[in-house]
């Protein structure tokens, strides 16, 4: 799966905004049965999930559900809800241990063979809201062969470290490279939390600009008016583009494994990166 940019979470017990998610075109929507769901609700929730998948879904996006927690009552009936064709992963929130990722694993497992899936089909995505959580970053990574990214969980992580958030982001910037460390040394994307101040659009592309510099690969939204500002910020600027044209044309003109591009050496790490920046302003 290419990187993703956007992730938009939809809460699950609104047919309202299910409905409105379908015109909007972040890169993936989060059907959240968890956080945006209250405990009352959860049954209406996954009946309205059930209801959205068997007709198709989001029509663009990659489809993710956020069920909730391991130990949690509602875990089961999340998963028998969630695990469907139309689901590229289930975001498991509040991830800290991988012998629970094992669990869910195997749940995972045995509704895709009474749904007559192919094995292995439901991605995980595995957020790490805790101390614990990015403490094992690394190991949870790479503790199971479904798990496609890691989502960092600032506020909750803030919470449990019993620290303020603010804007600067300064005291959760170490928690944010662990965790992008950690997915990009494993092939995993690395999404960072939402921003929650959806009125503030300036803020959203100066944090998402500093994300995508400690090796975030997309963004978690919890409104539609930051998709775009978001996707704006992971797009490569024309200096970038006009640098990874002249690199990707010089290095394949040249014949050689290194060539010389405004008075430095290129090789081919460099070269893939150019073609990445290439790629990434074609969307």
Known sequence: M??????LFVPSDSAKKLERARSLRPDAVIYDLEDAVAPDKKTEARAQLKHELENGGHPSAKIFVRVNRFG?????????AAVR????????????DAAEVAQV???????????????????LALMLESARGVARASELARCNSRTIALLFGGEDFSADMGITRTKSGDEIATARYLVALAARAEGLQAIDGP???FHDSAGLL???QRIKQMGFSGKALIHPSQIETVHAAFAPSQEQVAWAQEV???????GAGVAVVRGKMVDEPVVNQARKILRDSAR
């Open 2 to 7: 290419d990187d993703l940019r956007s992730f």
């Open 72 to 80: 949690s009552p509602f875990l089961d009936d999340d998963l028998s």
């Open 85 to 96: 064709s139309q689901v590229q992963a289930i975001v498991l929130p509040k991830s800290s």
């Open 105 to 123: 694993h195997e749940k995972v497992l045995q509704l895709e063979t009474a749904m007559g899936m192919r094995r292995g089909s439901t991605r």
């Open 195 to 197: 921003f929650t101040d």
């Open 206 to 208: 100066e944090e998402t």
């Open 248 to 254: 990707v044309q010089t290095f394949e003109t040249s």
